[in-house]
């Protein structure tokens, strides 16, 4: 799998790589999807769920989007054609031990609370 996730505004933010690790354009290990579509941080936070093209948050609504969007979701916007130049991604950190995700709600077409480009951070403790 290799896709590219832009935020609410149709702006590049992040890269999935092969064995579904997300990364930044600088190269920075954000967060990794397991086999059961889950995306977690670094610090073993449970981030919602990759399914379809559509990054699904906790409350059902679209965090991020991919590069094709099958199933619920919001008015999308264009997709920027101008990208950052994507350097070689660094090594990557070892993955934690993660509990159970938490119950996958219902996918909503809305926005999530909290989508990329507004105030989600996986950056933040880096």
Same mark, same amino acid.
């Given at each position: 799998?290799?896709?590219?996730?832009?935020?609410?505004?149709?702006?590049?933010?992040?890269?999935?790589?092969?064995?579904?690790?997300?990364?930044?354009?600088?190269?920075?290990?954000?967060? @990794?999807?397991?086999?059961?579509?889950?995306?977690?941080?670094?610090?073993?936070?449970?981030?919602?769920?990759?399914?379809?093209?559509? @990054?699904? *948050?906790?409350?059902? *609504?679209?965090?991020?989007?991919?590069?094709?969007?099958? *199933?619920?979701?919001?008015?999308?916007?264009?997709?920027?054609?101008?990208?950052?130049?994507?350097?070689?991604?660094?090594?990557?950190?070892?993955?934690?031990?993660?509990?159970?995700?938490?119950? #996958?709600?219902? #996918?909503?077409?809305? @926005?999530?609370?909290?989508?990329?480009?507004?105030?989600?951070?996986?950056?933040?403790?880096?």
């Amino acid at each position: 799998m290799t896709d590219i996730i832009y935020d609410l505004e149709g702006s590049p933010v992040y890269r999935v790589l092969p064995q579904g690790r997300i990364v930044d354009f600088e190269g920075q290990s954000v967060a @990794w999807i397991d086999d059961g579509r889950n995306i977690y941080d670094y610090h073993g936070m449970h981030r919602g769920w990759y399914e379809d093209g559509a @990054w699904v *948050g906790h409350d059902g *609504g679209m965090i991020g989007f991919g590069g094709s969007v099958q *199933g619920p979701c919001p008015d999308l916007p264009p997709r920027s054609e101008a990208r950052p130049r994507a350097r070689r991604p660094v090594r990557e950190p070892p993955r934690p031990a993660v509990y159970f995700p938490p119950p #996958r709600p219902e #996918r909503r077409a809305a @926005w999530a609370r909290r989508p990329l480009g507004s105030r989600l951070d996986l950056h933040s403790g880096h």
